[in-house]
């Protein structure tokens, strides 16, 4: 009866560590934000150009660098 206690003891206390542990950040990250990820452009005539800004936001703790962008 007391192996038993002690057992469900340290797999309590290894599901509390365990689950603070995730909680804990372990490094600075950045975290891209986009409150809008898709723009549907009206038509336009052949040739003529057509601009949108997308705003991006870094909600992490570190520097956000963006290295591509591509238009699909």
């Not at 689950?19 to 372990?26: G, K, V």
């Not at 490094?27 to 898709?38: D, G, H, I």
């Amino acid at each position: 009866m007391k192996n038993c206690v002690m057992q469900l003891f340290l797999l309590l206390l290894f599901t509390v560590v365990t689950i603070s542990a995730d909680e804990i950040p372990s490094q600075k990250n950045p975290v891209a934000f986009l409150p809008e990820y898709v723009f549907q452009f009206e038509p336009v005539v052949e040739g003529d150009k057509t601009f949108h800004d997308f705003i991006v936001q870094n909600k992490g703790s570190a520097a956000l660098k963006i290295g591509k962008i591509e238009s699909g």
